[in-house]
């Protein structure tokens, strides 16, 4: 019940309750509560006077755990053939569908080429300065490029509830409950997962490219890569793997 977060991507875990529910939600930013009523109701009143009829006007504050507690009782309720806890069952991950909702545990491992994107990342400002650009119109492509304010980080997953496959997914470092340097020390630690089953990859002749430096790092659009001439930035790998291949869009991460 008590959880520490490490990741909840507020988002998608919305859109997902929402189908679970069948209705749509309605995002409040603003309450106004009774103070007669709020005893009865579950609704946890900071601060202001209780009784009589006052009312008081606030901002609803976010709760991530209840919000994941919520999330996991909808799924055991409601998931049906599309949520498998692997924690409660024995499962086997080949026989489950794409678009599957899973709970497992397992440990993250952030990959050691990523620490050369994260630090482009930490200088893009600066990159931006220096970069001797013809005219305005690449100055604005730069910008584009540069200057978005989310990341897609990639992880593998160790788990040995998941098979043989490479475990793999991308986080949104805005939907990460902490920086970079606290992430990796929750590396080869035992954390829980909730998790959608994105796509299923079968090696062949080359290995798999999980995360594309020029997609997934930088958001180039594919007409875009495909003027520029080249799949990688010189310096600068694209993650491959050289194993069949599971990849998760990873809603929650908790401990």
């Known amino acids: 019940m008590f959880k520490n977060m490490i990741y909840f991507d507020t988002q998608k875990v919305a859109e997902y309750k929402a189908v679970l529910e069948g209705k749509k939600h309605v995002a409040i930013k603003n309450v106004k509560i009774s103070s007669s009523k709020s005893l009865d109701a579950k609704i946890s009143v900071l601060s202001g006077t209780i009784g009589g009829t006052n009312e008081m006007e606030g901002e609803l504050i976010n709760n991530l755990v209840l919000d994941c507690n919520e999330f996991e009782e909808l799924l055991n309720e409601k998931g049906g053939d599309y949520y498998f806890d692997f924690m409660a069952t024995d499962y086997d991950i080949e026989t489950i569908t794409k678009s599957s909702i899973i709970l497992f545990e397992g440990s993250l491992n952030i990959p050691k080429e990523f620490d050369m994107m994260e630090l482009i990342n930490q200088f893009k400002p600066l990159l931006i300065n220096s970069m001797n650009v013809a005219n305005a119109q690449?100055?604005?492509?730069?910008?584009?490029?540069?200057?978005?304010?989310?990341?897609?980080?990639?992880?593998?997953?160790?788990?040995?509830?998941?098979?043989?496959?490479?475990?793999?997914?991308?986080?949104?470092?805005?939907?990460?409950?902490?920086?970079?340097?606290?992430?990796?020390?929750?590396?080869?630690?035992?954390?829980?997962?909730?998790?959608?089953?994105?796509?299923?990859?079968?090696?062949?002749?080359?290995?798999?490219?999980?995360?594309?430096?020029?997609?997934?790092?930088?958001?180039?659009?594919?007409?875009?890569?495909?003027?520029?001439?080249?799949?990688?930035?010189?310096?600068?790998?694209?993650?491959?793997?050289?194993?069949?291949?599971?990849?998760?869009?990873?809603?929650?991460?908790?401990?």
């Open 138 to 255: 690449e100055e604005e492509l730069f910008k584009k490029i540069f200057e978005k304010e989310s990341t897609k980080i990639p992880v593998f997953i160790e788990s040995s509830q998941l098979g043989e496959r490479q475990v793999f997914t991308k986080l949104t470092s805005t939907e990460l409950l902490m920086d970079m340097d606290a992430l990796e020390d929750y590396e080869e630690e035992e954390v829980t997962f909730i998790a959608k089953i994105a796509s299923r990859k079968q090696v062949g002749d080359e290995p798999i490219v999980v995360f594309d430096i020029m997609k997934d790092l930088f958001s180039i659009s594919r007409g875009l890569r495909r003027q520029m001439g080249q799949s990688e930035i010189e310096g600068i790998e694209n993650i491959k793997s050289d194993k069949n291949t599971l990849e998760l869009e990873v809603l929650a991460i908790y401990r």
